[in-house]
């Protein structure tokens, strides 16, 4: 079984930063790609970075240029450095993973629990 572990959320102001991680444990072969989502109140789930086993990154409009995905396969974990945050980045961020579990085997996607960012003045 794989558990991805988020940690980082809280309350900044608008311009501020924050920076969000999530680390994965358990028995698996390798992890492919990472990416962030978020939900604010009333919305549906929706990614906004993702970065694959080469480093290639792809982000949201909403946060090109704000937001940066790194991830460390030393340590089997992703973050999320979020400058200049805004009020309407105020969400619950999920970090994502797809998971190869054994050599050859397909993709399972496994997700964290989830971390409160509040954006206000």
């Known amino acids: 079984q794989v558990q991805l572990v988020e940690s980082g959320g809280g309350l900044a102001q608008p311009g501020q930063f924050l920076r969000l991680s999530c680390v994965a444990s358990?028995?698996?072969?390798?992890?492919?790609?990472w990416a962030w989502y978020r939900q604010g109140p009333g919305d549906q789930r929706d990614e906004i970075a993702r970065?694959?086993?080469?480093?290639?990154?792809i982000y949201a409009p909403s946060v090109q240029g704000r937001f940066t995905i790194n991830r460390n396969d030393d340590k089997n974990s992703v973050s999320l450095q979020m400058h200049n945050l805004k009020v309407e980045d105020t969400a619950v961020y999920y970090c994502?993973?797809?998971?190869?579990?054994?050599?050859?085997?397909?993709?399972?996607?496994?997700w964290g629990q989830g971390t409160q960012v509040t954006v206000s003045s």
């Open positions: 994502n993973a797809n998971v190869r579990l054994a050599f050859g085997a397909a993709t399972s996607n496994y």
């Open positions: 358990g028995t698996f072969y390798r992890l492919d790609a």
């Open positions: 970065i694959l086993p080469g480093g290639a990154t």
